[in-house]
T-cell receptor, first 116, second 110 residues
Framework: ETGVTQTPRHLVMGMTNKKSLKCEQH?????MYWYKQSAKKPLELMFV???????ENNSVPSRFSPECPNSSHLFLHLHTLQPEDSALYLC???????????????FGPGTRLTVL | QQPVQSPQAVILREGEDAVINCSSS?????VHWYRQKHGEAPVFLMI?????EQKGHEKISASFNEKKQQSSLYLTASQLSYSGTYFC???????????FGTGTRLKVLA
């Protein structure tokens, strides 16, 4: 595997379910990101991890819970979601700490989430 | 607070030029440009730092006007492969927060 991978690619869940999204980067990067992309809306940054430490939580509801056990893996735990949470969830990684603007982000293919 | 991109959509004939603008109301440290094809992940194009720096990659170039807090992406002699949605991503000084623009849908016709 190369680049940034995400599983599952598609997920349908009820509002009472608990599920997790997984992201893995094979680039040796130190920073990882979760984004939400809704139809006809711009990319919304959710969380940023630098060296496995969360450095940004962009006012995301607590029903989304991130976890970064090491610099290569990032999870997004989901529980009691709402239908408006249906979207494409993208994971990205960059070489260094995101502050400073020098690090291009490499995106995974995304997980298409549908909440019924 | 998110950057505003213009135009929202543009249709070109192969070989024509286009300019996409990204404007912010906040002071910026850097601007990133990405292209996303339908059903695919965004792909990095270039980063510009404040200082009016201009960068280029083949027939795609960009500029960053720090005074106006505006960046422009220039696509010359467009190719069919340029079709997609272009996003600018902006970073304010001293924050980890990237904010992406509203997006510009570009379609190149043969």
């Amino acid at each position: 595997e190369t680049g940034v991978t995400q599983t599952p690619r598609h997920l349908v869940m009820g509002m009472t379910n608990k599920k997790s999204l997984k992201c893995e980067q094979h680039l040796g990067h130190n920073a990882m990101y979760w984004y939400k992309q809704s139809a006809k809306k711009p990319l919304e940054l959710m969380f940023v991890y630098s060296l496995e430490e969360r450095v940004e939580n962009n006012s995301v509801p607590s029903r989304f819970s991130p976890e970064c056990p090491n610099s290569s893996h990032l999870f997004l735990h989901l529980h009691t979601l709402q239908p408006e949470d249906s979207a494409l969830y993208l994971c990205a990684s960059s070489q260094g700490a995101p502050a400073g603007g020098l690090n291009e982000q490499f995106f995974g293919p995304g997980t298409r989430l549908t909440v019924l | 607070q998110q950057p505003v991109q213009s135009p929202q959509a543009v249709i070109l004939r192969e070989g024509e030029d286009a300019v996409i603008n990204c404007s912010s109301s906040k002071a910026l440290y850097s601007v990133h440009w990405y292209r996303q094809k339908h059903g695919e992940a965004p792909v990095f194009l270039m980063i510009l730092l404040k200082g009016g720096e201009q960068k280029g990659h083949e027939k795609i170039s960009a500029s960053f006007n720090e005074k106006k807090q505006q960046s422009s992406l220039y696509l010359t002699a467009s190719q069919l492969s340029y079709s997609g949605t272009y996003f600018c991503g902006t970073e304010r000084s001293g924050t980890y927060k990237y904010i992406f623009g509203t997006g510009t849908r570009l379609k190149v016709l043969a």
